[in-house]
């Protein structure tokens, strides 16, 4: 996610897409499709059935959480897991998607550990998602602050995962070279590229292929995109995005901008959507379940079939916080997209993604007062600093 990146601003609440109809609850928009006459805030609501032939993806097909080995305290034998194993995964999901801290592999491993250190929890979602049959995608960046200083560490790093991941029976075959390097990445656009085409190069002789950019989707992306895909050496096949914006706003805008900012106008290459959420909480302000199911049905129901992007895949950002714990939501930089809660109970935006969302054991849920917030956009921190090789960290 964008971490520590963008501010806030406050815009005016997004009107229920074309096909779905909507009444006011307070300040939220609640939506329904026109088609199915079921309310997305029905706890167990039914998805809407996708019919935009001009997209081969019909709904959320990769989870992006990296909590995974620590649902319910641990993935295995867990009661989540379980569920997640019956439910989700024969319905919907064949992708997991995790971001490892570029140089984990210096790290000295007594063996898969969820509360370990960044090599050994990496081991750990490993394993856990070998044991599902998933299928794996995985990014690189910085947690601690410490960067590649020169494309022979950035490599010899990369090389390293790629090789644990196929000891572990796990190989990666597709592979974002760094996570949000316009947001929570923190690279220069000419390094991140070259990131990238250091990545392609190493995926040559590892069976991989890299998705490009892995971009958050900022108001201020197009200068970036445009500098990125100059400096690439290499034509991708497939490009990044994590349309966190999109889905608030409700609105497909910013992603057509992307995709014609792309090489060839973005005709020649697959559209990833490899990390996205709706949010419960933003930056210290809970927007409630309604507004959380709303924007999960925005992208459910109208982003994924939509003509004019047409994802190929899409992570989804948070099922269940680790450890049943809430997830943190303060003001300098926590949020939540979990779509269940500590006591594992869907919320409503649960039966937005899935249709069976069901609840795998019972427990009395907490409730947490909503706020009048309808949307909350992301705009780029201009105070921060973005990396280049050569620089002292």
């Not at 001009?54 to 897991?81: C, E, K, N, Y």
């Not at 064949?94 to 050994?120: I, K």
């Not at 796990?170 to 990238?196: K, V």
Request: glycine share 10%; with cysteine.
């Amino acid at each position: 996610m964008a971490g520590d990146g963008p501010l806030l601003t406050v815009s005016t609440p997004s009107e229920c897409p074309p096909g779905v109809v909507g009444n006011r609850l307070g300040n939220n928009v609640l939506c329904r499709r026109r088609a199915v006459g079921l309310c997305v805030l029905t706890l167990l609501a039914s998805a809407a059935v996708h019919t935009n032939s001009a997209s081969a993806l019909q709904h959320v097909d990769g989870i992006s959480d990296q909590d995974l080995p620590r649902w319910d305290g641990s993935f295995t034998g867990g009661l989540f897991a379980s569920y997640f194993r019956a439910t989700w995964v024969p319905a919907q999901i064949s992708w997991a998607r995790y971001v490892v801290q570029w140089n984990a592999m210096t790290e000295v491993s007594d063996g898969p550990n969820p509360n370990g250190d960044y090599r050994e929890q990496f081991e750990a979602w490993l394993n856990d998602v070998h044991s599902m049959g998933l299928r794996a995608l995985v990014g690189l960046t910085s947690y601690t602050g410490v960067y590649p200083t020169s494309l022979s560490s950035y490599q010899s790093s990369l090389e390293e995962v790629l090789t644990l991941a196929r000891a572990r029976g796990e190989p990666i075959g597709s592979l974002e070279a760094w996570n949000e390097p316009n947001s929570q990445g923190r690279l220069a656009a000419a390094t991140a590229a070259e990131l990238a085409n250091d990545a392609h190069g190493v995926c040559a002789t590892n069976s991989c292929t890299v998705i490009a950019g892995d971009f958050a989707d900022l108001t201020s992306l197009a200068p970036y995109e445009s500098a990125y895909a100059s400096a690439l050496t290499f034509t991708p096949t497939a490009w990044g995005i994590h349309p966190y914006n999109a889905v608030i706003e409700h609105s497909d805008a910013g992603l057509i901008a992307f995709k014609r900012g792309l090489p060839g106008g973005g005709s020649r290459a697959q559209i990833w959507f490899t990390e996205v959420g709706a949010y419960y909480c933003l930056r210290g302000t809970v927007r409630g379940e309604a507004q959380q199911a709303s924007d999960a049905s925005y992208l459910a129901d109208t982003l994924i079939p939509d003509a004019a992007v047409t994802p190929a895949h899409v992570f989804y950002y948070g099922l269940l916080a680790a450890d049943r714990a809430p997830a943190g939501c303060s003001a300098e930089a926590g949020a939540d997209t979990e779509l269940y809660k500590p006591n594992d109970e869907p919320r409503l935006a649960a039966g937005a993604i899935l249709a069976d969302a069901g609840m795998p054991t019972s427990g009395a849920s907490t409730p947490i007062a909503t706020a009048s917030v309808d949307v909350l956009l992301f705009a780029e921190d201009t105070n921060r600093e973005l990396l280049s090789f050569g620089r002292p960290y």
